[in-house]
Nanobody, 124 residues
Framework: QVQLVESGGGLVQAGGSLRLSCATSGRTFSGYAMGWFRQAPGKEREFVAA????????YYTDSVKGRFIISRDSAKNTLYLQMNSLKPEDTAVYYC?????????????????WGQGTQVTVSS
């Protein structure tokens, strides 16, 4: 079992920055690829970014490339998402997740553990 708790969301003006954190506990954090997803009102939950275990390879959805950075600190068992140059369309609830099934990092159905989410609101 893995427990995930997000923090760091809030209200920010367009062009601003936020850093989300995801504290983990339970089974070995470093054994899972980790991802960030987001869900805006009335929309499907969508992939934002992921980071693998070995080598720490990173993946991003096109709309956040060059603006968001995903990272992990194994010593602190914590996942981060640095969000820069935020836009109103980034407004959503952001979830961190641990991937426990084989396959692409882009598929939310391959993530078996989820946090409760943190709200990010970007005003124009």
């Amino acid at each position: 079992q893995v427990q995930l708790v997000e923090s760091g969301g809030g209200l920010v003006q367009a062009g601003g920055s936020l850093r989300l954190s995801c504290a983990t506990s339970g089974r070995t954090f470093s054994g899972y690829a980790m991802g960030w997803f987001r869900q805006a009102p009335g929309k499907e939950r969508e992939f934002v970014a992921a980071i693998t275990t070995i080598g720490g390879g990173t993946y991003y959805t096109d709309s956040v490339k060059g603006r968001f950075i995903i990272s992990r600190d194994s010593a602190k068992n914590t996942l981060y998402l640095q969000m820069n140059s935020l836009k109103p369309e980034d407004t959503a609830v952001y979830y961190c997740a641990a991937k426990d099934r084989r396959g692409t990092v882009y598929d939310k159905d391959l993530y078996g553990y989820w946090g409760q989410g943190t709200q990010v609101t970007v005003s124009s």
